[in-house]
């Protein structure tokens, strides 16, 4: 499996909208555990009030990734492969973990 | 001088302290041009009812007719909502009153098995000059905001100011010191601020220095720590009730007359005398069961056991609207979490279920695309043709069709589509062999799919589950079998836990290459209510019925019966036969004899007199028409 970084610019418009879509995905990345490995996501709030989220996985590939996000019905601005990680410090406290 | 009506109202408002802002946004109701629905959302002990009774006041104040609610003590169905708001206003129609009218409805987070109908029927057929205020523990979702706009008003509640937690501790008898270390744990939690006031009074001389988490069961501990045995004796059994009364006080703590424990609870500082008895604080009851599960699980399951027997009976005793308390007491001791979510939600649900709009035919077929075959397909665009009423949909926050659900009455389904569709085959075919007395009602899951999961378990899955739940208590007393299909293991390990097995002796049915195995749930002759009281039963203390051949006795919920021979044999023929209908010349064969050739009406009899017997029970003995006598599970 490869590692991937897939953006998603404004795809919630409230907070309830990311709560809800974190709800979901304990079962959809169940069913999808042999293909994709959610590793994290930073989620941003736009100044409009919307929400961002930067995702971090571990999968098989684009289309795996593709599956996934049809599954959340998250949009995907792209799925970019990583080339190389480098970490300088682990992250600090999570807001919250999954 | 007699105090006037004007400073009682004066006095009420003044006990709310630090909530000014909140007020005045509700009095914002009372307004020509302001909002028609207010929702009030905090955490358990917030000060959501204290709000809304200030509230009342100002709304009473200003010429309003209030009528309040709680969502404790409503049946959750259309009728039971209705039904609430007619005897608080003691009229039949909010219509009927003159000049405004506020319905105010606390606890609304226990009616949200009728989310869609609240938000799409009910409150649209409100009168133009009411207005409505719902106090619940989350914030309304964005299906509310959407459909009500600018005339929502949503007034959060959250801790109160350091100033304002000291005016309420001052309020409650301690001093500029104490308030000040109280408070510096509490962290103005309102529920908390009462119960750490109470606890420092009883308490005085304790030491201020020991380690105070700031959570709030740990504060009723310290609370509960100083009570007299006897009140935290009558504590302990009560937590296993969503509320009290004598009889279930006689129940549980059969040692003494229950007027006294009644007495003791009344007075204590987080319990309230309701409409249906004495109403513990949620997270005072949910603090005193899991201590006591956990320190003294023998007594626990004690209690819980002589409840069951108690509500039991008093379910047995009512009928109709009266039923409901009985009905609600038992869902409370039902541990199975699809039942308990239903009806008792622990977690904030995203998913609002409703009737599907014209507009979401495309979606739902979408989601059939993604899980089923083009087969299933075809047939779920044949029932949308024929029966568009029956399918509900779980919406997401931004109102997107995420799960689906076909669901009706057998008998609503059109000839045509019983004659296309091969999954209603297996249904019919059982009824016709197992016919149920007339009158009695049959559901039809036809379909149940979540766009992201299919049948897997899932939250916007479980919001369909849910909303079958729904449909069952909305069928009434005379609903006996739900019908469904499980094309794999999934779906049945969801609802095997609820009572739903295979069909026995049913053909598994193929379609486009999937297999479906038809399941069904019996309710039993006592319908949802004979249901839920055997999932509470399950792990309880209960004992089990058994028929004493010997002694011809059958015990009976603990009790022994009597039986006559012919009593006892007739029984024991038909209990070997449990669930099946056993035809009368059977019964006269194998239990009088083939000699036999007495009265024609000795089966008759001797069935009469084990009704009698059975008492509550008596249902379980039914009546096949044509048939003979058929013995559901005792």
Same mark, same amino acid.
């Given at each position: 499996?490869?590692? %991937?970084?897939?953006?998603?610019?404004?795809?919630?418009?409230?907070? #309830?909208?990311?709560?809800?879509?974190?709800?979901?995905?304990?079962?959809?990345?169940?069913?999808?555990?042999?293909?994709?490995?959610?590793?994290?996501?930073?989620?941003?709030?736009? /100044?409009?009030?919307?929400?961002?989220?930067?995702?971090?996985?571990?999968? !098989? +590939?684009?289309?795996?990734?593709?599956?996934?996000?049809?599954?959340?019905?998250?949009?995907?601005?792209?799925?970019?492969?990583?080339? #190389?990680?480098?970490?300088?410090?682990?992250?600090?406290?999570?807001?919250?973990?999954? | 001088?007699?105090?006037?009506?004007?400073?009682?109202?004066?006095?009420?408002?003044?006990?709310?302290?630090g909530r000014d802002a909140e007020l005045a946004a509700l009095a914002t109701l009372l307004d020509d041009d302001g909002p028609l629905v207010a929702v009030v959302h905090g955490?358990?002990?917030?000060?959501?009812?204290?709000?809304?009774?200030?509230?009342?006041?100002?709304?009473?104040?200003?010429?309003?007719?209030?009528?309040?609610?709680?969502?404790?003590?409503?049946?959750?169905?259309?009728?039971?909502?209705?039904?609430?708001?007619?005897?608080?206003?003691?009229?039949?129609?909010?219509?009927?009153?003159?000049?405004?009218?506020?319905?105010?409805?606390?606890? $609304?987070?226990?009616?949200?098995?009728?989310?869609?109908?609240?938000?799409?029927?009910?409150?649209?057929?409100?009168?133009?000059? $009411?207005?409505?205020?719902?106090?619940?523990?989350?914030?309304?979702?964005?299906?509310?905001?959407?459909?009500?706009?600018?005339?929502?008003?949503?007034?959060?509640? +959250?801790?109160?100011?350091?100033?304002?937690?000291?005016?309420?501790?001052?309020?409650?008898?301690?001093?500029?010191?104490?308030?000040?270390?109280?408070?510096?744990?509490?962290?103005?939690?309102?529920?908390?601020?009462?119960?750490?006031?109470?606890?420092?009074?009883?308490?005085?001389?304790?030491? *201020?220095?020991?380690?105070?988490?700031?959570?709030?069961?740990?504060?009723?501990?310290?609370?509960?720590?100083?009570?007299?045995? *006897?009140?935290? /004796?009558?504590?302990?059994?009560?937590?296993?009730?969503?509320?009290? !009364?004598?009889?279930?006080?006689?129940?549980?703590?059969?040692?003494?007359?229950?007027?006294?424990?009644?007495?003791?609870?009344?007075?204590?500082?987080?319990?309230?005398?309701?409409?249906?008895?004495?109403?513990?604080?949620? !997270?005072?009851?949910?603090?005193?069961?899991?201590?006591?599960?956990?320190?003294?699980?023998?007594?626990?399951?004690?209690?819980?056991?002589?409840? @069951?027997?108690?509500?039991?009976?008093?379910?047995?005793?009512?009928?109709?609207?009266?039923?409901?308390?009985?009905?609600?007491?038992?869902?409370?001791?039902?541990?199975?979490?699809?039942?308990?979510?239903?009806?008792?939600?622990?977690?904030?649900?995203?998913?609002?279920?409703?009737?599907?709009?014209?507009?979401?035919?495309?979606?739902?077929?979408?989601?059939? *695309?993604?899980? $089923?075959?083009?087969?299933?397909?075809?047939?779920?665009?044949?029932? @949308?043709?024929?029966?568009?009423?029956?399918?509900?949909?779980?919406?997401?926050?931004?109102?997107?069709?995420?799960?689906? !659900?076909?669901?009706?009455?057998?008998?609503?389904?059109?000839?045509?589509?019983?004659?296309?569709?091969?999954?209603?085959?297996?249904?019919?075919?059982?009824?016709?062999?197992?016919?149920?007395?007339?009158?009695?009602?049959?559901?039809?899951?036809?379909?149940?799919?979540?766009?992201?999961?299919?049948?897997?378990?899932?939250?916007?899955?479980?919001?369909?589950?849910?909303?079958?739940?729904?449909?069952?208590?909305?069928?009434?007393?005379?609903?006996?079998?739900?019908?469904?299909?499980?094309?794999?293991?999934?779906?049945?390990?969801?609802?095997?836990?609820?009572?739903?097995?295979?069909?026995?002796?049913?053909?598994?049915?193929?379609?486009?290459?999937?297999?479906?195995?038809?399941?069904?749930?019996?309710?039993?002759?006592?319908?949802?209510?004979?249901?839920?009281?055997?999932?509470?039963?399950?792990?309880?203390?209960?004992?089990?019925?058994?028929?004493?051949?010997?002694?011809?006795?059958?015990?009976?919920?603990?009790?022994?019966?009597?039986?006559?021979?012919?009593?006892?044999?007739?029984?024991? %023929?038909?209990?070997?036969?449990?669930?099946?209908?056993?035809?009368?010349?059977?019964?006269?064969?194998?239990? @009088?004899?083939? /000699? @036999?050739?007495?009265?024609?009406?000795?089966? *008759?009899?001797?069935?009469?007199?084990?009704?009698?017997?059975?008492?509550?029970?008596?249902?379980?003995?039914?009546?096949?028409?044509?048939?003979? %006598?058929?013995?559901?599970?005792?």
């Amino acid at each position: 499996m490869n590692v %991937y970084v897939v953006p998603r610019t404004r795809i919630w418009l409230s907070e #309830e909208e990311v709560a809800a879509a974190l709800d979901c995905l304990p079962p959809v990345n169940e069913t999808l555990r042999e293909h994709v490995r959610w590793i994290r996501s930073y989620v941003v709030a736009e /100044e409009d009030g919307t929400f961002s989220a930067y995702c971090v996985y571990e999968a !098989t +590939g684009p289309e795996a990734l593709r599956r996934h996000a049809d599954a959340m019905m998250l949009p995907t601005d792209a799925i970019q492969p990583v080339a #190389e990680t480098i970490v300088a410090a682990p992250d600090p406290e999570p807001v919250r973990t999954a | 001088m007699t105090r006037t009506f004007g400073a009682l109202l004066a006095e009420r408002r003044a006990a709310l302290v630090g909530r000014d802002a909140e007020l005045a946004a509700l009095a914002t109701l009372l307004d020509d041009d302001g909002p028609l629905v207010a929702v009030v959302h905090g955490v358990a002990g917030s000060g959501k009812s204290s709000l809304l009774r200030a509230f009342g006041s100002v709304a009473a104040e200003r010429g309003a007719t209030v009528v309040t609610v709680d969502g404790r003590a409503v049946e959750p169905t259309p009728q039971g909502v209705v039904a609430a708001v007619e005897r608080s206003l003691g009229a039949p129609s909010l219509a009927a009153v003159d000049g405004g009218v506020v319905l105010v409805v606390d606890t $609304a987070e226990r009616l949200r098995l009728l989310d869609g109908w609240l938000r799409q029927s009910f409150l649209p057929s409100l009168p133009a000059n $009411a207005r409505v205020v719902l106090a619940t523990r989350d914030a309304p979702g964005a299906v509310w905001r959407s459909s009500f706009g600018e005339l929502l008003r949503t007034v959060p509640l +959250g801790p109160l100011s350091p100033a304002d937690a000291g005016e309420v501790l001052r309020l409650a008898g301690l001093d500029e010191t104490q308030a000040e270390w109280v408070n510096r744990f509490v962290r103005g939690h309102p529920l908390s601020l009462q119960l750490a006031a109470s606890a420092i009074r009883e308490r005085p001389d304790d030491p *201020e220095d020991a380690v105070l988490p700031t959570v709030v069961q740990e504060l009723a501990a310290l609370y509960l720590d100083g009570l007299d045995p *006897e009140t935290r /004796e009558a504590l302990d059994a009560t937590c296993v009730l969503r509320r009290v !009364t004598l009889s279930l006080l006689g129940a549980l703590l059969p040692g003494e007359p229950p007027q006294a424990p009644f007495a003791r609870l009344a007075a204590l500082p987080f319990v309230e005398l309701g409409r249906e008895g004495l109403v513990v604080h949620d !997270t005072v009851r949910e603090a005193v069961a899991a201590l006591l599960r956990a320190s003294d699980p023998v007594r626990h399951r004690a209690y819980r056991g002589a409840a @069951w027997r108690q509500i039991r009976q008093e379910l047995a005793g009512t009928a109709g609207a009266a039923r409901w308390p009985s009905l609600a007491d038992m869902i409370a001791l039902v541990d199975e979490p699809l039942v308990r979510e239903a009806f008792f939600p622990a977690s904030v649900q995203h998913y609002a279920v409703e009737a599907a709009r014209p507009g979401d035919r495309a979606a739902i077929e979408a989601i059939v *695309e993604r899980h $089923a075959p083009p087969d299933q397909l075809a047939l779920v665009r044949a029932w @949308w043709d024929e029966l568009p009423g029956a399918f509900r949909v779980a919406r997401s926050p931004r109102g997107v069709v995420v799960a689906f !659900t076909i669901l009706c009455e057998l008998t609503e389904v059109p000839q045509r589509l019983l004659m296309r569709d091969p999954l209603c085959d297996p249904s019919r075919r059982h009824l016709r062999a197992q016919p149920v007395p007339r009158g009695q009602r049959i559901l039809f899951v036809r379909l149940a799919l979540a766009h992201a999961t299919g049948v897997a378990s899932s939250p916007c899955f479980a919001s369909l589950l849910r909303d079958i739940e729904r449909a069952s208590l909305e069928a009434g007393p005379a609903l006996r079998r739900i019908y469904t299909h499980a094309a794999d293991d999934a779906l049945l390990e969801q609802l095997a836990p609820v009572g739903f097995s295979l069909l026995p002796d049913a053909p598994d049915v193929p379609i486009g290459g999937v297999t479906y195995r038809p399941i069904v749930c019996d309710l039993g002759p006592d319908s949802v209510a004979g249901w839920l009281s055997g999932l509470a039963a399950r792990d309880l203390p209960v004992e089990a019925t058994v028929l004493d051949e010997d002694a011809r006795e059958l015990v009976l919920d603990g009790r022994r019966v009597a039986l006559t021979k012919l009593e006892c044999d007739v029984l024991g %023929y038909l209990r070997e036969r449990e669930l099946q209908p056993v035809a009368r010349e059977a019964l006269l064969r194998d239990v @009088w004899g083939y /000699e @036999w050739t007495g009265g024609s009406n000795v089966v *008759e009899v001797a069935v009469s007199g084990l009704r009698r017997k059975l008492g509550d029970r008596a249902a379980a003995l039914e009546t096949v028409r044509g048939v003979g %006598y058929r013995l559901q599970r005792l």
